[in-house]
């Protein structure tokens, strides 16, 4: 099977604070986060250039997003994708919370910027 026909598989990463997905067992993007208390604050989503245009962004956010429910967390979209994402995808709206001034600053701090 070639990787135009094999599914996309997401994994949570918990070590690495990221959701992978990959494509014929080879990595094609992620979505980085840091947990806030209740809060997953995704701040980077990223495919790689190889696997551009075939809608896994949007494949890995979802099962993320869904991962993040099922988890009794709550979404706080620091990620311009992830924050559009969520414009378009209403069924996630009571479990996302509003990018502040102070979870910014926070996120600043843990990422060491």
């Known amino acids: 099977m070639d990787e135009q026909t094999t599914a996309p598989v997401v994994h949570h ?8 997905i990959a494509v014929a067992d080879k990595r094609a993007g992620l979505t980085a986060y840091r947990d806030r208390g209740d809060q997953r ?5 990223e495919i790689d250039d190889a696997y551009a245009g075939q809608g896994l962004a949007s494949v890995l956010v979802d ?9 009794g967390l709550r ?30 600053t926070w996120l600043d701090a843990q990422l060491g910027r």
């Open 75 to 104: 979404i706080v979209p620091v990620c311009p994708y992830v924050a559009k994402f969520l414009t378009k995808h209403g069924e996630f709206s009571d479990i996302t919370d509003a990018v502040t001034p102070e979870i910014l």
């Open 63 to 71: 099962q993320a997003l869904t991962d993040v429910r099922k988890s």
């Open 41 to 45: 604050v995704f701040f980077h989503t």
């Open 13 to 20: 990463v918990d070590a690495r604070h990221r959701y992978e």
